[in-house]
């Protein structure tokens, strides 16, 4: 465990940590561009130049390991001078794009002009070599070869975690830049992951670019609700508009990365197919409710149901639904499918992408909810007249049916009471007696659990549209009219009661989940 002294302040790190890494531990930031923690070390920006006792030379801190007694001054003259110099080669045939360039806001080529530059270029306006720009280069990925500074960040990323080698970097000189290999496209399932990336603007979002600028949007940390791998993300947002899912690290889920099916997930979330009202079913149409008689009325049906109660539980609600559905359930003594339902044509992979497209599989077993009744069960008990409550919990029956929904239609116009609750309207809803508008995993505090068995925290991004809430406080307010003197006001209350019930998360604080979440026995 070597001790060393970077700037003054002294820290004791592993053995093979770099400079670049133990500077970091200390609140140091060394400026760099192709060095980045999830690809293999480069090297060839040299901004991170750090000036090391004894050594005669400037030496990167990216590649530099730490050594007993080691001392590093990152802001010296030396270092200054060179930083400078760096910067004004980086810059030399850069176009003066900054107005214009989506990635203003996030360039750290503008952001270490400020820091460590701001001297004039030498370099006439006319004499800069001119690339290509806005060249689509995949589905979701457009380049501008002008503003790259060849750090070899992309093409180490599709070399070395996707290993798809679409990009590569052409020519020699003033006219290298980086391009498409030969008959590629950047189309891998990962590819938007190098717009992350880029530290500059040459690789920027089809999906995203021109939308909004950065610097008018909040982040709120989040976990993709996409499949059941539960990457962690930041969620971007403006007045209650998302606008974009970036990856966030965490070494236990997705390192720094995420899918693009999962990046674009994000507009589902939001638009016209939302439930914004509570719906009661009118003697030929829907009328808008209120949530007081809704779930007041839904409350005493469930007390006395006049037959047999059925709950249809997806694998889409988060821990504190299933928990307070399972509450509910008990108390109506009512049969309940936990179903975990995919497309049939989903795939994953042996990255991050699983075939389980819901984020909370593991949610279901950890609550006991998985081996209860089928589906085809219920539909047995409708038919047999057994069931007069059925319950459905953001479970698109009709949707997951295809082949059998002749039996699932006529199911659901059998049951005499169909409440449906759900975030988004369809075939099913039509069917229901009482349609409640719920929150996204986008709008609400509350915990999934991934395919590991990581419990992980979802934080309020954005405030549900309409009259929609999050499903655990309409849960809460139900199971309360049936426990008298029961109050459940939060997210984080839900969690402590069913922490206190459920083996697997005995002894978990809400509060101690952190930003990568806990391992439980799921
Ligand atoms: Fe680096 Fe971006 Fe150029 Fe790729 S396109 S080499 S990530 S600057």
Not at 97 to 116: F, H, I, R, S, T
Not at 237 to 265: K, T
Not at 311 to 334: K, T
């Amino acid at each position: 465990m070597p001790t060393v002294n970077i700037d003054g302040k002294k820290i004791e790190v592993e053995d093979g940590l770099t400079v670049i890494q133990a500077a970091e531990r200390l609140g140091i930031e060394i400026p760099h561009y192709c060095w980045h923690p999830g690809l293999s070390i480069s090297g060839n920006c040299r901004m991170c130049l750090v000036e090391i006792e004894k050594q005669p030379k400037l030496q990167i801190a990216c590649n530099t390991r730490v050594a007993e007694g080691m001392v590093v001054q990152t802001g010296s003259e030396r270092t200054k001078a060179a930083q400078r110099a760096v910067l004004e080669f980086l810059l030399l045939n850069h176009p003066i794009d900054c107005p214009v360039c989506d990635q203003a806001g996030e360039c750290k080529l503008q952001e270490y002009y400020m820091d460590y530059d701001r001297q004039r270029s030498r370099m006439a306006l006319p004499d800069k070599v001119r690339k290509h720009k806005a060249v689509p280069i995949g589905p979701l990925v457009m380049l501008d070869q002008e503003r790259c500074i060849l750090c070899a960040r992309c093409t180490r990323f599709v070399d070395e975690v996707t290993k798809t080698h679409e990009l590569a970097i052409f020519e020699r000189g003033n006219h290298c830049e980086v391009a498409l290999a030969p008959g590629k496209t950047l189309d891998n399932p990962y590819s938007a992951n190098v717009v992350d990336i880029c530290p500059v603007g040459a690789l920027t979002s089809r999906d995203f670019r021109f939308r909004a600028r950065v610097w008018y949007l909040q982040k709120t940390d989040a976990v993709c609700g996409a499949c059941a791998n539960g990457c962690n993300i930041e969620i971007f947002h403006r007045e209650g508009r998302i606008y974009r899912f970036q990856p966030r690290a965490n070494p236990d889920v997705n390192q720094y990365w995420m899918c693009d099916a999962g990046r674009l997930s994000c507009h589902g979330l939001q638009g016209e197919s939302r439930l914004l009202e509570v719906l009661t079913r009118g003697t030929d149409s829907f009328a808008v409710g209120e949530w007081e008689s809704a779930v007041g009325g839904l409350a005493s049906t469930l007390r006395d149901p006049a037959g047999g109660v059925a709950f249809v539980v997806s694998a889409q609600s988060p821990n504190e639904e299933l928990y307070l559905l399972r509450r509910l359930a008990a108390r109506a003594g009512a049969m309940v499918a936990g179903v975990s339902w995919s497309p049939a044509d989903a795939t994953g992979d042996d990255f991050l992408v699983k075939a389980d497209k819901n984020p909370n599989t593991a949610g279901l077993r950890l609550f006991g909810l998985d081996g209860g009744a089928s589906l085809d069960a219920v539909w047995d008990a409708i038919e047999a007249g057994r069931v007069r409550v059925l319950v459905l919990h953001r479970s698109d029956v009709v949707g997951w049916a295809s082949g059998a929904s002749k039996r699932v239609r006529e199911a659901l116009e059998r049951v005499p009471y169909v409440a449906v609750l759900d975030t988004h309207g369809s075939e099913t809803a039509q069917y229901a007696n009482l349609v409640l508008p719920l929150a996204t995993y986008a709008e609400v505090d509350g915990t999934v659990t991934n395919h590991a068995g990581r419990v992980q925290r979802l934080r309020e991004a954005v405030p549900p549209p309409g009259a929609a809430r999050a499903g655990w406080s309409v849960l809460a307010d139900v199971v309360a009219r049936l426990e008298p003197g029961l109050t459940i006001a939060s997210a984080e209350q839900v969690f402590t009661a069913m922490a206190a019930e459920v083996p697997a998360l005995a002894g978990i604080d809400h509060a101690g989940i952190g930003p990568h979440g806990v391992s439980v026995r799921a």
